[in-house]
Structure formats: C-alpha cells, structure tokens
C-alpha cells in the first residue's frame, strides 16, 4: 500500500479585468509601479526622451506580466526570476511532449537512485 496521494493545501484565484483578459488587478498595478518608477527618474533622463523613454518603459511592464510560453501558470517575470536565481545547469524551460517525457524519465532515474 504505498499508493501517493496529492492533497491540495491552498486554493488561489485571482481577480481579473474582464473574464475573457490575462490581466489580473496585481498586473495593473506592477505595469502602474514601472510607470511610476520611469516617472520618478524623470529628471535623469534627457527631456526629449522622456515620453519613448515611458512608452518603452510600458512595453517592457506589459510583456513582463504576459503569460509564459515555457512555464505553463507562470509569468514571463517568475520565469526570469526562477531562471536568474537557480542553478542554469538543473533549470530550463519545458518546450515540447518529447522533451516533458525525457524529464519524468530522468527524475524517475534520480529518485531509483536515491531509493537504493
């Protein structure tokens, strides 16, 4: 009887601009601090360079909080975080089926050995 079972601890939802949007009420207000954050360095920014420098600002904000392509319930900033903060050599990005399937048989592999 060593069957595993997976209990869910924590249930989270967050609340979102319209049902049919990825944006979430905390993506509006981290595109909103980056803003805030270029506004802030107005004055170390060449003054006819302020409004691309903003809109350029916007950009990177909004791409920062779209959905990840390689971490499926991730945004493209906690993919960079989890990125830079591990070790490059054990991290990367799932990119298909074949390469998913390589992975669990590698881990199966690990925890074989680690059991013996």
Do not use: C, H
């Amino acid at each position: 009887m060593n069957n595993r079972y997976l209990v869910v601890s924590t249930l989270k939802s967050g609340t979102k601009m319209r049902q049919s949007s990825w944006l979430y009420i905390q993506d509006i207000l981290f595109i909103g601090g980056i803003m805030f954050a270029g506004f802030l360095l107005q004055d170390s920014i060449y003054g006819p360079l302020f409004i691309p420098f903003e809109i350029f600002n916007g950009f990177v904000a909004v791409m920062l909080v779209k959905p990840s392509r390689f971490n499926a319930k991730k945004k493209y900033w906690q993919s960079l975080y989890l990125y830079m903060s591990s070790i490059t050599d054990i991290y990367y990005p799932l990119k298909n089926a074949s390469q998913n399937e390589y992975t669990k048989k590698f881990l199966r592999e690990i925890e074989n050995e680690e059991e013996s």
